[in-house]
């Protein structure tokens, strides 16, 4: 008889490792605040599917889809294979828009509205499957008279199902063809002669340093060494916001406090910044894809 008990500890042993086993991070981005209960409204709807899931905070209070877009492009990479994560910046919440699921090369999933949000990390990643939330059977129960909170009622569940282990990809919905998912257009980072240019998509905000999408390898093209100054102009719809000039340097310390440089940040993209002060405050810069920036090896002109 005891080694019947043994063999069903065993087995039950098994079983729920292998439960454990398949839960995979759940991360959540929204554009609403921390101050009210939305976002652990979230949270306790993944926790109701399972009380094993790893749920983390990417980011909140995002101004605009373009920002989560570009904070999802930022972190994802770091996170592991099938970690699923969960973006909510859905204006249109409760029209036509669909509600997705793209899982993308790098084996990681994506859950939200199919309104530009998602397409930063699928341009990079490469898309391997794109689905639609079937609401039928990926809706929280009860919530079907609820039209305004999808982030709660259908991404934060169904992330969370699919994070647990309790539905696979496939019974997200039905597939839907990766050429179909919303863009959001933006300008590419270019080289032309002896200048490179691109977008601020976000601000460091915590500093005001000021992020391009120019990679350090196109940048490297233009043989700029360490030390030699950069022009760095920044427009906004074409209006010349700032000009000057700044050296390229490896970190902040390297030009006195209060000085501007230009350095590549933690993405390897090419950044402006004031050691110790905000460039962006100090030139009234914001972010955006309206917002544009070129550097070059030219003096600023008298």
């Known amino acids: 008889m005891m080694w019947l008990l043994r063999l069903g500890l065993l087995i039950g042993l098994a079983a729920w490792s292998l439960q454990a086993g398949a839960r995979a991070p759940l991360v959540l981005l929204t554009d609403f605040g921390t101050q009210d209960g939305a976002v652990a409204a979230m949270k306790g709807v993944a926790y109701t599917v399972s009380q094993d899931l790893l749920v983390s905070d990417l980011s909140h209070e995002n101004p605009s ?12 990479q770091f996170w592991p294979a099938d970690t699923v994560f969960v973006a909510v910046v859905d204006p249109g919440v409760g029209t036509a828009r669909r509600s997705v699921v793209l899982k993308t090369r790098t084996g990681h999933y994506f859950v939200g509205p199919d309104n530009g949000l998602l397409s930063l990390v699928a341009e990079r990643d490469g898309i391997e499957g794109l689905r639609q939330i079937d609401e039928r059977l990926n809706r929280r129960p009860g919530s079907d008279d609820s039209h305004t909170f999808h982030g709660r009622d259908v991404f934060a569940y169904t992330g969370a199902r699919l994070a647990a282990g309790v539905i696979t990809f496939e019974q997200v919905g039905p597939p839907l063809a990766a050429q179909t998912l919303i863009a959001i257009p933006y300008r590419k980072a270019a080289r032309a002669g002896g200048k490179v240019s691109g977008i601020i998509p976000v601000l460091d905000v915590q500093f005001g340093n000021v992020w391009s999408n120019i990679p350090k390898a196109l940048f490297d093209q233009l043989h700029i060494a360490l030390g030699v100054p950069v022009r760095v ?39 402006v910044a004031l050691n110790q002060g905000s460039y962006a405050a100090a030139h009234e810069v914001n972010s955006g894809p309206d917002w544009f920036i070129e550097l070059s090896s030219e003096p600023p002109i008298p």
Do not use: C, W
Not at 67 to 73: E, H, I, N, Q, S
Not at 246 to 257: H, K, L, M, N, S
């Open 65 to 76: 889809i373009f920002v989560g877009a570009y904070r999802l492009f930022q972190a994802e």
């Open 233 to 271: 102009r920044i427009y906004h719809d074409e209006q010349l916001v700032a000009d000057t000039l700044a050296p390229y340097q490896r970190t902040f310390g390297e030009v006195p406090i209060g000085k501007p440089l230009v350095y590549v940040n933690s993405l390897l993209n090419v950044a």
